[in-house]
């Protein structure tokens, strides 16, 4: 008689269950941080110093591989686009072309992709090696709310710095594609500012920014929750670390198509 619990089915539900377990738990994790983040931030309870610290980490030091990342992302669209529209009779349309592409999705998709792999995984890994190596224990002992201290600052520099980086960024983008624009189409400069200003929109902008600052603050906190929860060792702080990167890339397209639906259909 075949034993079911060496089959690849029984492994399979097993696998399934314990996914699931992992799935409830980390999120429960994520919405009971986030519960306590707000609790400090209403009571006004925060460092000045960490939060500036944290918002010139968080901006500063993640735009030359964001800049680098929607640069080179730009160009590559702008070497596509523009020869085949300008072969067609509308390169008119190149500059409002890119900038709606620019404006409305890459730009904030692609910062966020970029600090998620420099910011977020160096909060997961920070947080999560003070965690095992019982720091934040050590926290606690001394009456310091580790919340308040380490999640707080840094949930606060995602919201507050990631708009500006998106706008640094489309910037950069934007300048890319008009110069390709202009070397593969011959579509001058101010043809192309032309036909972006009159494509854009100020609802573009507007929702483009209040979707980076979710971007940012999702990115932090889902980062720290997931640093903030490991138990064990160093296999643990690598674990929590893929985590924190996999679950807020998939945050990202969450709220991306949250928006998407919101503003757009």
Excluded at 192 to 200: A, D, E, P, Q
Aim: charged share 15%; with cysteine; glycine share 6%.
């Amino acid at each position: 008689m075949i034993n079911i619990k060496k089959t690849l089915f029984w492994q399979f539900l097993n696998l399934l269950e314990y996914e699931s377990k992992e799935f409830l738990i980390t999120l429960g994790n994520i919405g009971k941080d986030f519960i306590r983040v707000i609790k400090s931030m209403l009571v006004l309870r925060l460092d000045k110093g960490a939060l500036i610290e944290q918002c010139s980490r968080f901006s500063v030091d993640s735009l030359p591989i964001t800049l680098t990342i929607v640069a080179m992302t730009s160009i590559i669209i702008a070497m596509q686009i523009a020869p085949e529209l300008a072969k067609q009779g509308a390169g008119n349309y190149v500059g409002s072309l890119s900038a709606l592409v620019m404006v409305r999705e890459l730009s904030a998709i692609m910062s966020g992709f970029a600090i998620i792999s420099m910011i977020g995984s160096s909060y997961a890994s920070e947080i999560a090696s003070m965690a095992v190596t019982e720091q934040i224990s050590a926290m606690k002992v001394l009456k310091v709310d580790p919340v308040e201290y380490l999640i707080v600052p840094r949930f606060l520099s995602g919201v507050i710095m990631m708009p500006f980086v998106v706008v640094i960024s489309t910037f950069c983008g934007l300048a890319c594609a008009a110069f390709i624009s202009n070397i593969t189409a011959e579509i001058t400069y101010l043809n192309f500012i032309s036909s972006m200003w009159h494509g854009l929109f100020i609802k573009d902008i507007f929702v483009a920014l209040l979707k980076s600052s979710f971007f940012g603050g999702t990115i932090a906190l889902i980062s720290c929750s997931c640093g903030y929860s490991t138990r064990g060792g160093a296999l643990e702080v690598g674990t929590s670390t893929t985590k924190a990167v996999v679950w807020s890339f998939v945050a990202i397209a969450v709220w991306d198509y949250i928006f998407a639906s919101i503003f757009y259909l």
